[in-house]
């Protein structure tokens, strides 16, 4: 990794890293009382059911208008100890298509999001037979691209994959979508349970949402044998994967029992350490994976496993200093650091600053840091919300963002993403809708095409004298009736409108006529009375 430089690094201690001293209890939650709008959705499922630890799952259908439920064949005469992963929605392959779960949430707190796939067991030979891999496809929320889900190595060995972020709520939905990407494979999205978890406004807390998102890397307690640390345990069912070593690992029945941890961690995980020997550093390779060179959260948690004892080391990460003499106690404490530039594998080091008893380390969270999307703007999106409610028979993926990620805007629709992302065109011929045009399309100011040719709409076209950068309006072979509006005449920019084969009525208006530079349309179809004689 290249090393941080001497000044970032005393900028990091001075205002990034946080030393934690308080006490901590955790008041578990009871059952299905996650607090605010919270989801354990079972993908695909018809009704609902609970699992193991007495938590409730619900059908993804209410939440979800695109794609198809399924269930898995049960493998062995036992079937599968998760009730989430026997069955799972998958969606068709269309290319720049995304699929979105619709989520209504508290605006401005913030949420973990935790999908999970399991596309059945495959055989090692998978790759070189006639059965197909699984699909590789984005995930997506709101405007912002979060990872690429491949699950081909869990699958060979008959696991299920998970993903974690932590998501800021920017409005009263949130889109959690899956997203087609044709560089990947040519098979369609799937997915096979999905938690939402709303967190405490404490919790992770020195993250700056406005422009950053968090994704899960590792969350780990050391010195563990057991099964994951999860709910109930921790109320918001964090995973918490063991990490034995036998040579370093330790049991305590310390009873850390504070709350006042800002992120909240399972009093569990203070059960279990790892302890250097006496006079020796410490020396762990953790995450257990190479990182990117990027900026990442880290939070380690400390626990001295002699009851009314403390212990004083250093922490350091890849030989860089992370906190000097940090006094723990059986109390228990937290550090962690927002931004810290990690690259490759990486090293935590615990060094002794005392002869008296040696460093340990309890548990430890890293994150990848990574940046919120833009969205499109808020008046072109509540027109366009207003067209899909006037219109039947729409496509499936006219849901999240409008535009954003790029290569992700709803079929139909092309966006400008400049200083504000603004809807520029509307092509929606021969999609096979019905419905009608409302007044809104007029909000959507930055428009210079529309096009519902060729389907089945009814009714008036409404004023969009306000689309004063409108080029070419195509409405020809609908069911459209009513007066052509004089007030399209008065839109400087419009060089074509083609109205043929509707049901429209009355003269057609002079200005249009008569109009410099515009190409038009009105004849057949279309029962315009005589112009009246001067």
Known sequence: MPPPKRPHLVAAAAALLFLVLLPVHLALAAAQEFRGFSYLLNCGAASST?????????????????GTPGALALPGPGGLLDPTLATLRTFPHRRGAKFCYELPVDRNRRYLLRPTF??????????????????????IVDGTLWTAVNTTDDALAGAASSYEGVFPASGRNMSFCLGVNPDYTDAGPFISALQVIQLDDSVYNATDFRTSALGLIARTKFGSTGDIE????????????????SKHAISSTQNVTSADFWNLPP????????????????????????????????????????????????????????????NVTSAGLSVFATQWILSGLTRV??????????????????????????????????????????????PEDWNGDPCMPSGYSWTGVTCDEGSRIRVISLNFSG???????????????????ISFANNSLLGLIPDLSNLSKLERLH??????????????????????????????????????????????RFLPGNLFAPKPPH
Do not use: C
């Not at 609970?50 to 695109?66: C, F, I, K, N, Q």
């Not at 999860?230 to 063991?242: G, K, M, Q, V």
């Not at 004083?312 to 200093?321: A, G, K, Q, S």
């Open 349 to 394: 080091i615990l060094k002794p600053a005392s002869p008296a008893l040696p460093p340990l380390i309890n548990a430890g969270e890293v994150f990848g840091l990574f940046p919120i999307g833009r969205l499109t703007h808020p008046r072109d999106v509540l027109a366009l919300e207003s067209i899909k409610k006037h219109l039947q028979n729409i």
């Open 118 to 139: 399991f596309y059945g067991a495959l055989s090692a030979a998978t790759s070189s037979s006639a059965a197909p891999s699984p699909p590789v496809f984005d995930l």
């Open 475 to 520: 409405l020809q072979e609908n069911k459209l009736f009513g007066l052509v509006p004089g007030n399209l005449g008065t839109i400087k920019t419009l060089r074509e409108l083609f109205l043929y084969n509707n049901s429209l009525s009355g003269p057609v208006p002079d200005n249009l006529l008569n109009k410099q530079g515009l190409t038009y």
């Open 267 to 326: 009093p569990n995980v203070f059960n279990t350490a790892f302890v250097a020997e006496q006079d020796a550093p410490l020396v762990l390779q953790w995450p257990p994976m190479p990182l990117q060179n990027a900026s990442y959260y880290v939070a380690l948690y400390f626990a001295d496993t002699f009851s009314e004892s403390s212990r004083t080391f250093d922490v350091y990460i890849n030989d860089y200093l992370f906190l000097k003499g940090l």
């Open 431 to 449: 999609m096979g809708l019905s419905g009608s045009l409302p007044p809104e399309i007029a909000n959507l100011t930055a428009l210079t095409d």
């Open 230 to 245: 999860r709910y109930p345990s921790d109320s918001f069912d964090r995973y918490w994967l063991p990490f034995p070593d």
């Open 50 to 66: 609970t699992d193991g630890r007495g938590l409730r799952w619900e059908p993804d259908g209410p939440y979800v208008s695109a």
